[in-house]
């Protein structure tokens, strides 16, 4: 496959970026996305040019670091995978893909295509947690009964990665399904239940300092979403944030 | 008159700063969600007023000698009733806290994304009137202002003395149901009236196919058990409701005798 690829160059955090467009000739359909760009960036460094910066780790959908707005759509055109299970067959011969960082004022550009998520992180030490002590008395999990669909639910919604797909996918840049998935997880479970009041509150606020925007329930995060997290957690975290607050 | 007309005015000033000074204020309207349940609680307010409004609006199919008293009978209880002065002023509170909010959660949502995309496909991943509703409610807004003028401001304002009405009792009111049928069925402008606005009901339509649900999901209402339920309903209402009310200014000008 022969591919013109337009992607965003960003020397660092200050710099005004801009498109720039590559050539790449014989990629196989068989390779990831990153194995393209990893093949695109030996030939920059071949001819001595600098190779384009982009988040990866785990390479199998499970860590959360590739982003990557492909061709208009957070993680491309493939829907339920990250950019690292996302394949070239899903392109054709003489394509063009454009290449640019997620975007948002919260998502800060590092360089080329890497953006700082770490506003997710802060979200999440706001009040995404459980304050047990699970030092040498820890519980025999059978000992606390819970309900197979909420215990499903919980992990549904714990199978979120932080990716970032939401928020990038979103017309208004709103982090309201990463921080609902984050706020259901424990909501949900009886371990969650104690602090679900000051965590979503807590939690909501910090996702409104950060920046991102306010949902206006589209739709588009979930069917970004390469893990799938679904609306009804936004409407959870509706809930539990108008119970916290009249409380 | 010019003494109503102040009064009117600041009224509307006065209810225009309290809710400002609310919203910029209030622990209520701080947050992102807290602005997304006001958005909802009114946006659902005012779909209950659509329905009043249109069980009043289609007695104006009605044909007949009868059809004349009954609306204006109708329209003088819409505007003696204490009951109904109450909802009325809730029903313009509503409007004005709807658009408010939502200017700034407009606002606010294009803050939060000062970069854009040089490709970005929404279309894959959400419906057209999901994104619209900042422009479509604006469409309605410019259509309420409209339909005020035409109507509410000529009750309230016009000094028209051949629309004066003598009901059963004696008493003397304008009447409403000779300036609406003659607004629709006026030579020159009738026809461009209906089409205005059967566009603005399209644009009622699409922000209702969207608002409706959205609203059910910002309060928090989202089970499996009830989903399909309030989706076929949202997507019932945004046909039903402004299509009812599309028909009457063509029925009038095409169909209902001329007066």
Known sequence: MNLTLKIWRQKDATSKGAIQTYQLEGVEPDMSFLEMLDVLNQELIDKGEEPVVFDHDCREGICGTCSLQINGEPHGPDRGVTTCQLHMRMFKDGDTITIEPFRAKAFPVIKDLVVDRSSFERIQQAGGYVSVNTSGNTQDANSIPIAKDKADAAFYAATCIGCGACVAACKNASAMLFTSAKVSQMALLPQGEVEADRRVLAMVEQMDKEGFGNCTNTGACEIECPKGISLENIARMNREYLRASVK | MFANEV?????????????????????????????????????????????????????????????????????????????????????????????????????????????????????????????????????????????????????????????????????????????????????????????????????????????????????????????????????????????????????????????
């Open chain 2, 7 to 259: 009064k009117e005015r600041i009224f509307a000033f006065t209810l225009l700063k309290i809710i400002t000074n609310f919203m910029a204020k209030s622990a209520l309207l701080k947050s992102s969600l807290a602005k997304k349940y006001w958005m909802a609680f009114t946006g659902l307010f005012l779909c209950l007023f659509l329905v009043g409004h249109l069980a009043g609006n289609l007695q104006l199919l009605a044909t007949g000698e009868g059809a004349r008293d009954q609306f204006n009978e109708y329209a003088l209880f819409m505007t003696t009733n204490p009951i109904v002065r109450v909802l009325s002023i809730v029903t313009f509170a509503s409007i004005l806290f709807h658009v408010i909010d939502g200017i700034v959660l407009t606002v606010n949502n294009r803050k939060a994304r000062p970069q854009g995309y040089a490709s970005f496909k929404p279309a894959t991943n959400s419906k057209w009137s999901s994104r619209n509703m900042g422009v479509l409610g604006t469409v309605i807004l410019a259509f309420i202002v409209i339909h005020l003028i035409n109507f509410w401001g000529e009750m309230k304002f016009g000094g028209l003395d051949d629309t004066v009405y003598q009901t059963a009792n004696g008493e003397t009111v304008k009447d409403l149901y000779t300036l609406t049928i003659r607004t629709f069925q006026d030579a020159e402008m009738g026809l461009i009236w209906a089409i205005i606005y059967l566009i603005s009901m399209i644009a009622i339509g699409f922000h209702l196919y969207h608002g409706f649900g959205s609203g059910f999901q910002s309060l928090g209402v989202n089970h499996p058990k009830y989903n399909n339920f309030v989706r076929k309903t949202g997507v019932a209402f945004s046909i039903i409701v402004p299509l009812l009310f599309a028909i009457i200014p063509f029925y009038i000008y095409f169909v209902l005798e001329k007066i």
